[in-house]
Nanobody, 125 residues
C-alpha cells in the first residue's frame, strides 16, 4: 500500500489549491481514505475523510464548505479541493488510509496505518 501526495504550494489568502493522492497497492473501492494536516507546533488533525464504498464524507467544522474530498476510480486517485484558504490552513497535508476501515468516520477518528509523504501548503496573508 502506497500513497503519493502532491499539489501543495504557496497561495495567497482567499486562493485555492487542489491536492492529489495517487494510491497504489490497493484500489479505491473499499477502504476509507482521508486527508490530515499538521501545522508547526501543532498536533496532526483530520480535515476530510471519504468512504469509498458509499461516498459518505466527513469534514470538521473549520473546513466545512471550503474543502471537498473526491476520488477518481479510473486514476485511483483521491483529491482535496481547498477554497477560500486562510493562513491558518498552512500545514503539511497528508493523505491516509487504513485497510481495516471502510467507514470515513472511523478513519477520521483513528490513527490510520498507511500515510503518504505529505505535501506543504503555505497560505500567505
Amino acid at each position: 500500500v502506497q500513497l503519493q501526495a502532491s499539489g501543495g504550494g504557496l497561495v495567497q489568502a482567499g486562493g485555492s489549491l487542489r491536492l492529489s493522492c495517487l494510491a497504489s497497492g490497493f484500489t479505491l473501492d473499499r477502504p476509507a481514505v482521508g486527508w490530515f494536516r499538521q501545522a508547526p507546533g501543532k498536533e496532526r488533525e483530520w480535515v476530510s475523510c471519504l468512504s469509498t464504498n458509499n461516498d459518505i464524507t466527513h469534514y470538521p467544522d473549520f473546513v466545512k464548505g471550503r474543502f471537498t474530498i473526491s476520488r477518481d476510480k479510473a486514476k485511483n486517485t483521491v483529491y482535496l479541493e481547498m477554497n477560500d484558504l486562510t493562513p491558518e490552513d498552512t500545514a503539511v497535508y497528508y493523505c491516509a488510509t487504513d485497510l481495516g476501515h471502510s467507514s470515513s468516520y472511523a478513519l477520521c477518528h483513528s490513527r490510520p496505518t498507511n500515510w503518504g509523504q505529505g505535501t506543504q501548503v503555505t497560505v500567505s496573508s
